[in-house]
Nanobody
Framework: VQLQASGGGLVQAGASRILSCTAS??????TAWFRRAPGKDFEFVAR??????LYGPFVKDRFTISRDNAKKSVDLQMNNVKPEDSAFYYC???????????????????WGQGTQVTVSS
């Protein structure tokens, strides 16, 4: 599975942005988004697994992860973005039957390159 993340750019605070994770070949069982701000560790953002979603605590109903079958992508809709959302965003995926530690980057086997989101205040 090869993943391609796209959609990053400069966004004004309070605006919306959609990030897309497109898989070449087959689609993995579970897809997630992580982010990493400069000087910080990876932070779990959201996960989609067979229609079930999980979100990081900071999301607070601002982000939505979903699958777009027409585009063959897993999208991250980001609403009301804040300067602290600025980071490189990465999509990741796995076919493992169990991903108990879904917040841990080690639970995922396939990674796309990051797409940078910069939120201006």
């Amino acid at each position: 599975v090869q993943l391609q993340a796209s959609g990053g750019g400069l966004v004004q605070a309070g605006a919306s942005r959609i990030l897309s994770c497109t898989a070449s070949g087959r689609t993995a069982y579970t897809t997630a988004w992580f982010r990493r701000a400069p000087g910080k560790d990876f932070e779990f953002v959201a996960r989609l697994r067979r229609g079930s979603t999980l979100y990081g605590p900071f999301v607070k109903d601002r982000f939505t992860i979903s699958r777009d079958n027409a585009k063959k992508s897993v999208d991250l809709q980001m609403n009301n973005v804040k300067p602290e959302d600025s980071a490189f965003y990465y999509c990741a995926a796995t076919d493992r039957a169990s991903t108990g530690d879904y917040w841990d980057t080690r639970a995922y086997d396939y990674w796309g390159q990051g797409t940078q989101v910069t939120v201006s205040s």
